[in-house]
């Protein structure tokens, strides 16, 4: 699967100070991202605010995107009912996705049977390679291990996973469980390198969006085998993650990182609100220590 291979960016999804979607500025972000040689662009992430966006706005961000790049494009296509899940994910593959990202219902707490016939109807009801995306950050649960092993074996068009538990001990799990026939990405940059050291084909990093160039020559350095430098390059990322993801909130300080870098991210949408001045001037302080300012 050389398409679910390298470092992906979970972009965001830039908004005017209307709180609409600002079309052009997403065009220059996708075009950023390519020139900084990123492996494949993911839309509809967590970064991408989709909670927030409009049915009608998903699709038009899909699209958008699609039509700026030939990169590899995944696609989130999570919802709180499989109903809307297969929807969504039908409409996104019609205007280009390659594949589809989906995390588990977020509101209502799903059992282990309810997800494995959630994620069994769709990826018999799709023609798409589908990821599934553990977020327990953000949707209280963690897709147990006996269900991707159960859907990884059963449909062949499940053919990887995005995890953002950052527990590595969870990602060997995975990798001693699944092999080479399923891909295991890191959703969490402070374990990139780690779980390469493991096995894992990849990762879908929210830091990504704001030090791309560090996240590709991690990748680089690592399957160069300068594990001195691909060390290094960790440690800086873990320090731009700690500012960006964890201390503050996080699509605010990534757009407000973005915005110190002169890429034009725009403003969180409502009810997010941009980061105050003093934690702005901790994330420059940050970029600095890093070398990217």
Same mark, same amino acid.
């Given at each position: 699967m050389p398409m679910l291979r390298g470092v992906f960016v979970p972009h965001v999804t830039p908004f005017d100070g209307k709180g609409e979607v600002d079309w052009e500025a997403l065009k220059g972000l996708v075009h950023t991202f390519e020139e900084a040689g990123l492996?494949? @662009?993911?839309?509809?992430?967590? #970064?991408?605010?989709?909670?927030? @966006?409009?049915?009608? %706005?998903?699709? !038009?961000?899909?699209?958008?995107? !699609? %039509?700026?790049?030939? =990169?590899?494009?995944?696609?989130?296509?999570?919802?709180?009912?499989t109903r809307e899940t297969l929807r969504?994910?039908? %409409?996104?593959?019609?205007?280009?996705?390659?594949?589809? =990202?989906?995390?588990?219902?977020?509101?209502?707490?799903?059992?282990?049977? &309810? =997800?494995?016939?959630?994620?069994?109807?769709?990826a018999d009801s799709l023609d798409s390679q589908v990821l599934l995306y553990n977020v327990p950050k953000f949707t209280g649960l963690n897709i147990p291990l006996d269900v991707v092993e159960k859907l990884g074996e059963e449909h062949s #068009?499940?053919?990887g996973i995005k995890d953002s538990s950052a527990n590595i001990g969870r990602i060997a799990e995975l990798l001693r469980?699944?092999?080479?026939?399923?891909?295991?990405?890191?959703?969490?940059?402070?374990?990139?390198?780690?779980?390469w050291l493991l096995g894992a084909q990849g990762a879908v990093v929210a830091v990504a969006n704001v030090v791309p160039e560090l996240c590709v020559e991690?990748?680089?350095?690592?399957?160069?085998?300068?594990?001195?430098?691909?060390? &290094?390059l960790q440690l800086k990322v873990n320090l731009v993650n700690e500012v960006v993801v964890k201390r503050y909130s996080q699509v605010s300080a990534i757009k407000a990182a973005m915005e110190l870098r002169g890429w034009k991210a725009g403003r969180p !949408? =409502?009810?997010? @609100?941009?980061?105050?001045?003093?934690?702005?001037?901790?994330?420059?302080?940050?970029?600095?220590e890093v070398g990217i300012l």
């Open positions: 492996d494949g @662009l993911v839309s509809l992430g967590s #970064n991408g605010e989709f909670p927030y @966006l409009s049915f009608e %706005e998903k699709i !038009r961000v899909v699209e958008t995107v !699609r %039509e700026e790049t030939s =990169l590899p494009l995944i696609a989130g296509a999570t919802g709180n009912s969504l994910g039908r %409409e996104l593959l019609e205007v280009g996705a390659d594949a589809l =990202l989906i995390g588990p219902p977020y509101y209502f707490k799903p059992s282990p049977e &309810e =997800l494995y016939a959630h994620y069994s109807i769709i #068009n499940v053919v469980r699944m092999g080479d026939r399923f891909a295991v990405l890191a959703g969490t940059a402070d374990v990139m390198y780690p779980s991690l990748y680089r350095t690592f399957r160069e085998g300068d594990h001195q430098k691909a060390g &290094e !949408r =409502l009810p997010s @609100l941009p980061l105050k001045k003093e934690a702005i001037e901790d994330i420059r302080k940050t970029l600095k």
